[in-house]
């Protein structure tokens, strides 16, 4: 009764002072979940109990699909993993269990496959590699131990070989001391 009560008096789309009504109306939450506004949806599913939320993976809005991947249990972000919207992707990434991880190393999206790089646990590291994306093979770069790192030092891009460079042992690092950039050499 109070939110229709507020939306007589505001605008639907006032999302900050529909935020501040769920803060203080925790159990209205819930009731608000069905809502025709996906913005309302959104923002109640924020507050709403977790046990409410398995219904709100499969939203329509993947507005409504972001604050549910960050709360929900891990047995729902399965479902998730593969969302169409890489925003939720990235959510999921950032939450999924260790076990689950290698499920998102080909992502279509870099920033999902970046994130994987960074969480990935140091010996599975390996199969990134060869990744498409620059971003990606900095952080394995930075992050994959020897000898694993040994593979990296004829990465196509200067920035990847420096980062190796940087974090070879020294006996090792004549391997790099004829690159063709000279930012490696150095």
Known sequence: RGLRRYFRQHSPVDA???DRFFRHNKPLA?????????????????HADLFRLARMVDDVDETVRLPVALRVP????????DDGHREVRIRVALRIDLASLPGLLHDDDYQVRAIVAQRLPEQLLGMMVHDTDLQVRLIVAARL??????????DRAPEVRRVVAQRLPAPLLAVLADDADWTVRW
């Open 16 to 18: 900050p002072r529909i």
């Open 30 to 46: 819930n009731d608000y979940l069905p809502h025709p506004y996906f913005e309302v949806r959104a923002i109640a599913a924020r």
């Open 74 to 81: 891990q047995r729902l972000l399965a479902r998730l993993r």
């Open 145 to 154: 131990p020897m000898p694993g790192l040994w593979r990296m030092t004829a």
